[in-house]
Structures are given as C-alpha cells and as structure tokens.
C-alpha cells in the first residue's frame, strides 16, 4: 500500500532537475556501490513499466566542477576538445576549449515516471491512497506496526518511510533523531524551440537541459529568494545567461520558476535501512533520489520483503549516526 499526502510527485520530485547519471567528478563514497547500478536499473524499469522513458542524450561539463577531482576520466567518461563539444552541442555560441563527456547520461520526466510506477503498481494489486496524510506510526511492544493517518489507521507488517524531510519528523515521536534538512534548489522552465540543448549542459554559466518537446529545464543554487518577484529575478537572470551560452532561433518564454526542498542528510549519503530498535520500519531517504530510485527501490523491496541485506547499502544505514532519545 502507499500513502501519499498528495499525488504522485507533487512535491519535491516533480521539481527535480532528474538528470540521471553520475555528474561531474563524482568521488567515490558510501553510495558508489548503489550508484554503480543506476543506469542499468533504469534501463530495467523502462523494458518492465509501460510509459517509462529514458532519454540518452549524454552530458557535457566544462568549469572547474567538472575537472575538479581528477585529471583522468573515469571509464564511463572522456574529455573532448571544442570541436566535439560544437558538434553535440551546435548552438553554443563559443564552445569550450575542452569539457568532460558522460555519454550514458540521462535524463527522465520525473513526474510520467512516478504515475507510471503508481500505475504499475496498481495493476499488480497494490493500493495507493493519495492526498492522505500520515500523522504518525503506530507502535507496539516498540515495533512499528502501521500508520496513523488523516483517515483511518492502517495495519502494516512493515512500513517504509520515503517522506523526504518529513521523515525526520516521523521518526522523532520513535526516539530516533536522524539529520535530514531542506536543500532548496531553484528549477525553471522555459519554452523553447526543440533541439537548441542536445545533451545536459552543466558549465559555470549554467546547468540545463532540453525535453523532446522543446521544454528547457535550468537549475539554479538557491540564493535566499523569499517571493514571487526574487524567484522571476532569478529566471530573467538566468535566461540573459542562456541567451549569452545558446543561440535561439526565436524568443524563449518563461513558464514557470519553482524552489524544490531537496532531503539532504547530514553527510549528503542516502539513509537507506532498518530502523535502529524499532522492528517493522525501514527508511528510505537520499539525494539525488531521482538517480537512485530504481536501485533504491529494488534493493529495498527485496530487504524488507525477503529479508535479505546487500552490500550496496552497507554505508548508507541510519544507525551511522541515528541516536535514541
């Protein structure tokens, strides 16, 4: 079953930037295993879920973010001189003297993808129940054995805590503190002629990338913006710098500007596992989740349905620094 207190991806994932990959210079960590997985897992929910699609188009990164670990390219990844960079991306105005290729980079409609999974899941018998609020769990001889809702009370043999920063919060009436904060982050959409940006573009000017449909997506660091008027400041400023990076064959329009709250653990791993001293819970909370989610969710599932445990999540449990109160 899935409780959901709004429909799929209305919240923060309907505001990922959803570029799929490893980004630029990723350095080795507690996720590097799960992250190892990634693509191939994409390409599995794409053969297995109807209406998933995974769009290819590689990523070029240029700028001291992407040169910054390593000299030596990594065996998904390769430098490329201005005259390549010209020919994947012909309507950069002056094109780098050299940037970092990840040709199996990709990127997904995060929103298409997640009602395309909650319809999966309906078809093979699962219950979703939306715009339903959790309260609480429910807690028995300190197992966690259901949810308290803004409807009713749900018996559940197990219950998976995937509320983004609202896990804290539910974790902390259990005793259990785990630091999860807010990392807004700025995405904006224009509309734009398709074919203007072929790969994801990550350059110390900007980071975006296109849809099929001509849809521009531009993420942006968030810089304090408070209203209405900051964030169309933030869009306008940052459409002078795509004008500056991209030539357009006509005006590009602004649709829309939004602050995405990403959950962002204390040492920025996921924390993915069973709930220290609390039988019957299990938490699920990273970034990027859009990246991991289908190995998340397959190593997840087969954990708390199977009991198994894996490698792949050896460092990322929340008794790394989960403390009772």
């Known amino acids: ?143 966690v054995v259901g949810v308290d809702t803004s409807m009713s009370t749900i018996v559940a043999g197990a219950v998976v805590l995937a509320a983004g920063i609202g896990s804290a919060t539910l974790c902390t009436p259990l005793g259990i503190s785990l630091p999860i904060a807010a990392s807004p982050a700025v995405l904006i959409r224009f509309n734009a002629p398709p074919g203007v940006v072929r790969t994801v573009v990550s350059s110390p000017e900007v980071e975006v990338r296109q849809t099929p449909e001509g849809l521009l997506l531009a993420a942006e660091g968030y810089a304090g913006e408070t209203s209405e008027d900051d964030l169309r400041h933030t869009a306008h400023s940052t459409l002078q710098r795509l004008e500056d990076t991209f030539t357009f064959p006509r005006d590009v329009q602004l649709v829309d500007v939004r602050i995405g709250k990403r959950p962002m653990p204390a040492d920025g791993l996921p924390i993915i596992g069973p709930l220290p001293g609390r039988r019957g819970a299990y938490i699920a909370v990273m970034h990027s989740a859009v990246t991991l989610a289908p190995s998340a969710g397959r190593l997840v599932a087969a954990e708390v349905l199977d009991g198994r445990t894996f490698s792949e999540l050896q460092h990322l449990r929340p008794d790394r620094f989960a403390t009772r109160a």
Do not use: K
């Not at 997985?37 to 992407?66: K, N, Y």
């Not at 309507?91 to 395309?116: G, Y």
């Open 1 to 143: 079953m899935l409780v959901d207190r709004s429909r799929p991806a209305a919240g923060v994932t309907g505001d990922s930037f959803a570029w799929i990959g490893g980004g630029p210079a990723q350095q080795s960590n507690g996720s590097t295993a799960l992250r190892g997985a990634v693509l191939d897992d994409w390409a599995r929910l794409e053969r297995d879920v109807p209406r998933i699609t995974v769009c290819r188009t590689g990523s070029l990164s240029w700028g001291r973010q992407a040169f910054r670990t390593s000299s030596t390219p990594g065996s998904d990844e390769r430098f490329v001189s201005a005259e390549e960079i010209a020919r994947l991306e012909p309507n950069l105005r002056t094109p780098p003297p050299r940037a970092l290729l990840r040709p199996t980079d990709a990127a997904i409609d995060p929103v298409a993808v997640t009602e395309a999974l909650v319809d999966e899941a309906r078809r093979h018998g699962a219950e979703a129940r939306l715009t339903e609020t959790v309260r609480g769990l429910r807690v028995q001889d300190h197992a």
